[in-house]
């Protein structure tokens, strides 16, 4: 059985980092699905998907990070050329990854005790994002 659904957020751009975990958890109860896998996917260039403990030191350590590699403060050709400033977020969105798939067993997510999955939202500006959630199994 495969199941479709999609996930409404409103975000606040800027790194905002938002748990989705519970949501999941509660649309595959909600589905039935005992086995199987469930693909977790955010459509768009300037956010991305990643599992983390969901901590105020590590959101820090994360928000920290992607600053030191992928700065704002650089010229971007893409800004060059729409003028929108955010040509940083579609670089950080394309190396965090718009998807995740994460194993089913006896009708739970396989994650660690620590570990929650979150979108990232990279973008300038305030925005409103859909999760497409897959589910997949029996």
């Known amino acids: 059985m495969i199941i479709n659904q999609k996930i409404a957020l409103h975000t606040k751009g800027d790194c905002d980092i938002i748990d989705v975990t519970s949501e999941i958890e509660r649309r595959i ?7 199987g896998t469930v693909t977790v996917f955010v459509p768009g260039s ?5 599992t983390i ?3 105020s030191g590590v959101l820090s350590d994360l928000k920290a990070m992607w600053d030191r590699i992928v700065s ?3 010229t971007y050709a893409h800004d060059r050329r729409w003028g929108d ?8 969105a394309s190396m965090l990854g718009p998807s995740l798939t994460i194993p089913l067993m006896n009708g ?3 994650l660690g005790t620590w570990q929650q999955v ?4 990279f973008d300038n500006r305030p925005r ?7 589910i997949m199994g029996e």
């Open 29 to 35: 109860s909600d589905a039935g699905i005992s086995t």
């Open 46 to 50: 300037t956010a991305g998907i990643t």
């Open 53 to 55: 403990e969901f901590e």
């Open 72 to 74: 704002k403060n650089l």
């Open 85 to 92: 400033g955010n040509g940083y977020s579609h670089v950080r």
């Open 108 to 110: 739970k997510i396989m």
């Open 118 to 121: 979150v979108l990232v939202d």
């Open 128 to 134: 409103s994002r859909q999760i497409v959630l897959q």
